[in-house]
């Protein structure tokens, strides 16, 4: 069974960095086409934030983002990170992980619960 954690949310003052991990288990990244973080701010709609794939490790971003977090994994543990720096009010929501995963032609998708990033004075 396919499960995602999500873990290191919390609350965080401008400017200030955290480091967001999502533990997979029931697969392995190397049967995942791609994993990826999205978000979402209240009343807002998910977002895609950043995504890594798994031939290559090739990785992107919303524009948001860009130079200022960085999405990475640790095949060995299957886990996956998001390293998030000079954080933003904006930048508060409910973090997601996401794994896209390829079996016999057809793509099937999996989600963590969710992790609470609050950017706040």
């Known amino acids: 069974q396919v499960q995602l954690v999500e873990s290191g949310g919390g609350l965080v003052q401008p400017g200030g960095s955290l480091r967001l991990s999502c533990a997979a288990s029931?697969?392995?990244?190397?049967?995942?086409?791609?994993m990826r973080w999205h978000r979402q701010a209240p009343g807002k709609s998910r977002e895609l934030v950043a995504g890594i794939t798994n031939l290559g490790g090739v990785t992107d971003y919303i524009d948001s983002v860009k130079g200022r977090f960085t999405i990475s994994r640790d095949t060995a543990q299957n886990t996956m990170y998001l390293q998030m720096n000079s954080l933003k009010p904006e930048d508060t929501a409910v973090y997601y992980c996401n794994a896209a995963i390829l079996r016999g032609g057809k793509f099937y998708y999996y989600w963590g619960q969710g992790t609470q990033v609050t950017v706040s004075s």
């Open positions: 029931g697969f392995t990244f190397s049967s995942s086409y791609a």
